[in-house]
């Protein structure tokens, strides 16, 4: 797992509870039902999110993190300065769920440890003070630039890169 400091603070804050399938919302969860499929170009995307026609992308890593990237649900939680705290604890729970679903997905339905999660959460909204998250997959390439480059010295976000190896079939669906 690689992480930015803030990532680190959050992971640190969360507490010893691992996340359970229960935290990944049901709207994710059927896109982790439906699987990985391959797309003309070789990308690996999740079955649920492709569009009906592949779209034209400048290289495969491009459109794996076009296709595979949502923002995290969050309409049920609470808004404003007080609720930051709670906001990024649930966010949190439920990206690394989600995270680890789709990677455990992905190593079945490819037979190996290829696919990353990129999990970020940052402040949006009208007045920047709405912290939101969001996941994205995609398969680092040798002849492509990472999906974030110097991920640790990101400071507008807190990011973590995570593979299926981060994940603990025995222990929960996470490792710490």
Known sequence: MRTNPWMRR???DAGPDTPSPA?????FR???EEGWSTTGSGARVLAALRPERDGFHSDRLAEETT???RGMTDLDLPVGPAAVDERARVLLRRCLA???????A?????????????????FGGLDEDLLTASVTFCTPLPDVLPHIAALERVRDAAVA???VHDCSDR???WRG
Do not use: M
């Open 10 to 12: 959050l992971l640190a």
């Open 161 to 163: 890169e995570l593979s």
């Open 30 to 32: 059927e896109v982790v």
């Open 67 to 69: 296709v595979d990237g």
């Open 23 to 27: 935290d990944v919302p049901p709207l």
């Open 106 to 122: 992905a190593r079945d339905r490819f037979g190996d440890d290829a696919v990353r999660a990129y999990v970020s959460l940052s």
């Open 171 to 173: 222990e929960g669906p």
């Open 98 to 104: 989600y995270s680890a679903a789709c990677l455990r």
